[in-house]
């Protein structure tokens, strides 16, 4: 059983911790086992079919390593944690449509790794897996990707796509690879073609990496909800908690 991902364990009887104290180590009469995981690592924990079969589409066609065991109800993917930033929390959609919760150890939760004295059964063994790609970051706002179909906009919601792509992934031929796959893979019923350029995704790295100063920025936030906005830009390190104080 793969121990290296967990910083810590607890006895559990129904998903439920006997104490509150974790140890070290996995205790040989415990029959079902909760894992805390390591600061490293984040886990993606998919619970229908549906998303398991669009997950392994994905690190299928991209080659994405990561360490898979089986859950009661889908797959645990255990990545290394990127440097980013992002909302984990349950009930997520990735950048490419996969609807899923995030663990990690900021959630300060415990995930199930034994259950009736029997370890998670291990799908792919991965003793170093891949830091978590960007395709696999959540959305803020879910889009419902896999719903999107005739009638719904596909083509704004690819150019949306195509913008916030553009934060993470600066070669546009790669963007354009990505907007092409979801637009094949994962819309209920795919455009005919993408009909984006490679002129306007280059458009959208432009716009999506200009840097403002903090002054700019206040003036662009200051006629809507400047609280919200301004602690949201200090969360993701785009302006100095100090400005605004």
């Known amino acids: 059983m793969k121990t290296k991902f967990y910083r810590a364990y607890v006895e559990l009887i129904n998903k439920v911790p006997t104490s509150k104290r974790k140890s070290r180590m996995i205790k040989p009469d415990w029959k079902e086992v909760g894992g805390f995981l390591a600061d490293d690592y984040v886990l993606v924990d998919i619970d229908d079919s549906k998303n398991v079969d669009l997950f392994f589409t994905i690190i299928n066609d991209f080659h994405i390593r ?91 919601v690819l150019m949306d796509l195509s913008n916030v792509y553009a934060i993470y992934e600066k070669d546009p031929y790669n963007i354009s690879i990505m907007l092409n796959w979801v637009n094949e893979n994962v819309f209920t019923k795919a455009r005919e073609s993408v009909n984006i350029s490679i002129g306007d995704i280059k458009d959208s790295i432009m716009y999506m990496n200009k840097t403002y100063t903090d002054t700019e920025i206040y003036d662009i936030i200051k006629d809507v909800d400047k609280t919200k906005l301004i602690k949201l830009c200090v969360q993701y390190g785009l302006i100095d908690e100090e400005a605004f104080k």
């Open 66 to 156: 990561c360490h898979i065991t089986e859950s009661r109800h889908g797959i645990h993917a255990i990545f290394k944690k990127p440097s980013e930033q992002l909302a984990y929390s349950n009930r997520k959609e990735t950048l490419t449509g996969v609807i899923c919760d995030y663990k990690c150890s900021n959630n300060k939760g415990y995930e199930r790794i034994i259950i009736d004295g029997e370890p998670l059964p291990v799908i792919t063994e991965c003793d170093n897996p891949d830091v978590l790609p960007w395709l696999l970051f959540p959305f803020g706002r879910a889009r419902g990707l896999q719903d999107i179909t005739e009638g719904d906009g596909r083509h704004k």
